[in-house]
């Protein structure tokens, strides 16, 4: 048994299990899917992928291969998106935020995009994505360090930034210059290098965990009633 896992930026090479019994593929695009199933792995699973300039992963594709029996798992990114989608289906969706994608309580593609670098670099992210500067910013104003309307009000600027140039330094120095509290900013930007969340992390890493689990488990195909 095996499981095929298309990751890119959410995830650095050492955050990777070492376990043979899964395939670290790079970012999913249209058609990759297909073609990795006709190897018939018990999962597969998409962490990252390409929506601007490549083809996305289409929905058809993860269905049929749903359909062939192979258990799909999706989270963070790419993933998140298309399990809070496709989770009525079968799809399994891990995470906060898929729970959030699945919930409506996000609804835009960009809270996950990142821009990053090319496979050379192993796809290091060159911004951050929404999702992280929103936990982030819930566990700051938890701790004190910001008041609940200085991060809601910081949310709102990155939220503004498109999100190629959306990092910590932009949306700090954005904050600056809107006269947000000097005393909050300061805070914020010392805690944040230990603070920061990175919650597309945690939710990949979670998604593994799931895998190795189902693998361990000698599973029988997936079963679908569509």
Known sequence: M?????????????????DDRIVVL???AQGDVYRVAQGRPTAIGIVDGY?????????KELLWAMAEGIHV???????ALRAAELHPFGMVGTGRVFEAYRD????????????????ETGYVALSEAMVNIRRTLDEAA???????ATRDHLVRIGKDLFYHDRTFDRL???????????EELDALRAWLPLGRVDQKREDALAMLQAIQALLASDPEPMQVDY
């Open 142 to 148: 938890c701790e004190g360090l910001i008041a609940p």
């Open 104 to 119: 409506r309580e996000l609804e835009d593609d960009d809270e996950v995009a990142v821009i990053h670098g090319p496979p």
């Open 73 to 79: 798992f999706g989270s963070a990114s790419m993933g």
């Open 26 to 28: 790079p970012p999913v």
């Open 2 to 18: 095996k499981a095929c896992v298309f990751v890119g930026p959410t995830l650095r090479p050492e955050d990777l299990p070492p």
């Open 51 to 59: 929506f601007e300039g490549v083809l996305s992963v289409w929905h």
């Open 172 to 182: 700090l120095g954005r904050a600056a210059e809107q006269s947000v509290s000097a």
